[in-house]
Every structure is written in structure tokens, then in C-alpha cells.
């Protein structure tokens, strides 16, 4: 999310939607990190600084430098960060994932 305003939190603009984990088959555990930076100016997705939303988890996201992005949409932070581990569970809708032998 960006363009939040604290204290009172409208809506704001959702540049990328939520995805849940969905680790691969047999792949062990994965860790995620959520970080959280102060935005003070206005971001629009359809900003050119704004990477733009991809889909199936990681497809074009690794290798990213935070310390390179958080700079160039002069953002400040993280002032909070959230971590948790996820596993494969066939529970788990797996439109996007293969084992990993595939």
C-alpha cells in the first residue's frame, strides 16, 4: 500500500496485491520478511519508480536492492518489519508452484 496518511488510514493506492505464501514441494522451509518505510511524498503505481506488480511470487523480484529502492522513492525506514516462516501444505492453493524435482 502507499499514499497511506497517518493517524487516520484511508484506503490508500495497492501496488502490488497480496499473495500468499506458496512455497514448492519439498523445498523445506522459506522465510519472509515484511518491511514497512515512511512514504512522504505521494506514490502512484503508475509511477516509473514503482516496480511494477508481477504474479507467481518471486517472478522478477529477487535481486532487489532495498537500500537502492527505498532511496529512489525517497522513502525512509523500515520502521517496522514482520518475519515468519512458510512451508508447502497441499492445503494451500498452488496455482503457480511445481515440486521442485519438475
Not at 499514499?3 to 519472509?32: F, K, M, W
Not at 508481477?54 to 532495498?66: N, P, T, V
Not at 525506514?77 to 508447502?88: D, H, I, Q, R, V
Request: hydrophobic share 30%; with cysteine.
Amino acid at each position: 500500500m502507499n499514499g497511506v496518511v497517518l493517524p487516520c488510514i484511508p484506503p490508500g493506492d495497492e501496488s502490488v496485491e497480496y499473495e500468499a505464501p506458496r512455497p514448492n514441494l519439498d523445498t523445506g522451509q522459506h522465510r519472509l520478511v515484511f518491511l514497512v518505510y515512511r512514504q512522504r511524498t505521494v506514490l502512484r503505481s503508475s509511477d516509473p519508480k514503482v516496480p511494477s506488480a508481477r504474479s507467481c511470487q518471486s517472478a522478477g523480484r529477487d535481486h532487489i536492492d532495498l537500500t537502492r529502492l527505498a532511496s529512489d522513492l525517497e522513502l525512509e525506514g523500515p520502521t517496522a518489519a514482520n518475519y515468519f516462516l512458510s512451508e508447502w501444505d497441499v492445503t494451500v492453493e498452488h496455482t503457480c508452484t511445481t515440486s521442485a524435482a519438475s
